[in-house]
């Protein structure tokens, strides 16, 4: 690909990829709920939330809180999970994240890591809590293999992250 | 990564406006998913029309990623099977003994039951069908059991039917769309099924624990009747589940309670069929049923008949 852009539409192009790379590819993984898996318990980590968490550690400055409202209303309607459910959830870990972001200041790799544990850690939290309160009553060990699961592949979907981040920003 | 420093951008007044105005919408956000997840837990219903317009849309996507999955899934049990080639023939052969027996047995019992119904003058009533679909996906990032069943309310499902396979039941309908709709499988921990025992009628209520068992609560205070590998089937009770539908069969004990398997692997399903409503006046509210209901089919102490389908 050539650097410099040949025409007005590339150039509009790469301006769009450059805006809507961060929202489309949180969308793409909110989607992988979609998939036909049937899973008889629960192990596989919550895709949209993961890839939202890094986009949010790895770019602080691309979204505010509110772009967390829209995308878990999003996402409650695609995964059919109570209306809310998301929105509450992950609105409440950008503003958590924005406040650890106003004392922490700079942040490593391994303090990246941390918060997308102590996020997702909240997240299942979360959730048992309003299964809970829907009437269905699950072991809390049943949201720890998936839990696991989710801070282990933080930092595969780092590295995916950076690789669109990358993309998004080449010229 | 790179330190924050746009949260507090410079010392534009309009755009230090912008930043709080952002955090304004964000606390709006949150209080607004609180009414909604509120509405949500008192009236599972609610939003239906909204809910089922993203089912009818995103159900397709599942639908045509089908196929790759199946054989994906296939390919692992496909090489199990030519490993164990040689004792699972011995076993299948063992098995095959058995069934001929039972299905020798049954075609006696079915040719005198036959008989004594025309006696009795009953007719056997088969048309309870809804309609035939297939389960297309589940949630398998979240604690709750829902798969998704490729008809809705075009083909006449409505919240409350019955799903079940060839095998045994499957589920019970939870919301519907135009061409799509979910199903809360009984494995799922907000669902529970009035069963009693195939060997001796023994009622239960068997409740999903969310990791694909159920648990099984006995109605009586005393000993556990269970015994591993008994059959449960549903009783009836309730008026939501037709009878005589296989439900789970006890695998083991976790201290005092029996834990079982449903009897439809829910991650082999591919057909399922919709049943209409036992009893219809079991899915409405309370004061519209009609006075005098009959009798359940199993004389036992009746669990609150709308208790079973109301919770979710």
């Known amino acids: ?171 | 990564m790179a330190p924050p420093g746009k949260r507090r951008p410079g010392f534009s007044r309009r755009a230090q406006y912008g930043v709080f105005l952002g955090y304004v919408v964000a606390v709006g956000g949150v209080i607004l998913a609180v009414v909604l997840l509120a509405i949500a837990i008192i009236d599972p219903k609610g939003f239906a029309a909204l809910r089922g317009l993203a089912l009818d849309i995103t159900a397709p996507i599942s639908s045509a990623t089908r196929s790759v999955a199946t054989f994906v899934g296939g390919v692992g049990e496909g090489i199990s099977d030519y490993f164990r080639a040689g004792s699972q023939n011995a076993g299948l052969r063992q098995q095959l003994a058995e069934a001929q027996r039972e299905s020798n047995r049954r075609q006696a019992l079915e040719h005198e039951n036959r008989r004594l119904n025309a006696l009795l003058g009953l007719a056997r009533q088969t048309d309870d069908e809804v309609t035939v679909a297939r389960i297309v996906g589940s949630t398998f990032e979240a604690p709750r059991r829902l798969a998704t069943l490729s008809a809705g309310s075009a083909a006449g499902v409505a919240p409350g039917q019955a799903v079940r396979s060839p095998d045994g039941l499957i589920g019970r309908v939870l919301e519907t769309g135009q061409w799509a709709s979910r199903v809360i499988l009984v494995t799922d921990a907000g669902s529970n099924v009035p069963v009693r025992m195939a060997r001796d009628g023994t009622p239960a209520l068997a409740v999903g624990r969310g990791d694909g068992t159920i648990e099984l609560r006995t109605l009586e205070v005393g000993q556990n009747p269970f015994r591993r590998g008994d059959l449960l089937v549903t009783s009836g009770i309730g008026g939501l589940y037709p009878p005589n539908i296989p439900v789970l069969v006890v695998t083991g004990f976790v201290g005092e309670r029996a834990i079982g398997r449903p009897v439809a692997d829910p991650a082999r399903l591919d057909y399922a069929i919709v049943q209409r409503i036992y009893q219809p006046a079991a899915a409405g509210p309370l004061d519209r049923a009609p006075p005098g209901q009959p009798a359940p089919p199993v004389a036992a102490p009746t669990p609150a008949p709308a208790a079973a389908g109301a919770r979710r």
């Open chain 1, 1 to 171: 690909m050539s650097r410099i852009a040949g025409s007005e539409t590339e150039v509009a192009i790469r301006d769009l990829r450059r805006r809507f790379v961060p929202l489309a590819s949180t969308i793409v993984a909110i989607m992988m709920s979609l998939l036909p898996i049937v899973a008889s318990t629960l192990w596989i980590p919550n895709i949209g939330f993961l890839i939202l968490i890094t986009w949010r550690l790895m770019r602080p400055e691309i979204w505010s809180a509110q772009v967390a409202l829209g995308l878990g209303f999003a996402a409650d309607l695609i995964s059919g999970a109570p209306l809310g459910q998301s929105m509450l959830l992950w609105t409440l870990v950008f503003l958590g994240l924005d406040y650890a972001d106003s004392l922490l200041g700079e942040r490593d790799y391994w303090l990246d890591w941390l918060l997308a544990a102590a996020a997702c850690a909240f997240h299942s939290a979360g959730i048992w809590v309003i299964a809970l309160l829907m009437g269905a009553e699950i072991s809390p060990w049943l949201m720890v293999p998936q839990l696991c699961l989710a801070i282990l592949s933080y930092p595969l979907a780092a590295r995916i992250v950076l690789r669109l981040d990358r993309w998004r920003l080449t010229r």
